[in-house]
C-alpha cells in the first residue's frame, strides 16, 4: 500500500527522547484529526517500543533508534521502530506477558502486550547482534483529509 504521506526520524537512545518520540509520531498524526483515545493509544505504543530500545537494545551504550510512520489510505498508521542493538534471541518468549530480561525489578515485562492491546496489527522482527524492528499499524476512525 502506497503511503500518502511519511515521517522519518532518528535520534539518540537517551530515556529523556523518549518523550520526544511520542510527541513527534502523534503531531504527525493529528493531520488525521483522531479520537483521543486513538492518538493516547499510538503514543502509548511508540513509547513502548522507544522504552524497549532504551533499556534492552542498548542496555549498555546510547545507539538510535529509527522512527518511520508512514499514513495510507482509509486512515491506516503503520509505525516502524528500529534500532541497530543487541537483538533478541527468542522473540516469541520475549512478547510473552511478563517475561524480561532487564536485571532491574521495575520491569514488568508487559510492553509488547500492552502494544498489541492498543494497535490492530504487531509484528516484531529481530536478528541477534543486528538489533529489532517494532511494526505496528493501526486503522483510525477518521478519513484522510488533505495529506
Do not use: W
Amino acid at each position: 500500500m502506497k503511503p500518502q504521506n511519511e515521517m522519518n526520524i532518528i535520534f539518540d537512545s537517551r530515556s529523556s527522547n523518549e518523550g520526544f518520540a511520542r510527541s513527534a509520531v502523534s503531531a504527525f498524526v493529528t493531520q488525521l484529526d483522531p479520537t483521543v483515545g486513538e492518538l493516547n493509544e499510538i503514543k502509548t505504543a511508540v513509547s513502548e517500543a522507544v522504552t524497549n530500545c532504551v533499556v534492552h537494545a542498548y542496555a549498555d551504550r546510547i545507539g538510535k533508534v529509527f522512527i518511520n510512520v508512514r499514513i495510507s489510505d482509509n486512515s491506516l498508521v503503520t509505525v516502524k521502530v528500529r534500532d541497530k542493538g543487541c537483538g533478541i534471541a527468542d522473540v516469541k518468549q520475549a512478547m510473552e506477558p511478563l517475561f524480561t530480561t532487564a536485571p532491574s525489578e521495575e520491569r514488568a515485562g508487559l510492553g509488547f502486550a500492552v502494544m498489541q492491546s492498543f494497535t490492530d496489527k504487531l509484528r516484531v522482527r529481530s536478528s541477534v547482534g543486528k538489533g529489532t524492528t517494532v511494526t505496528f499499524q493501526k486503522r483510525l476512525s477518521c478519513r484522510v483529509n488533505n495529506v
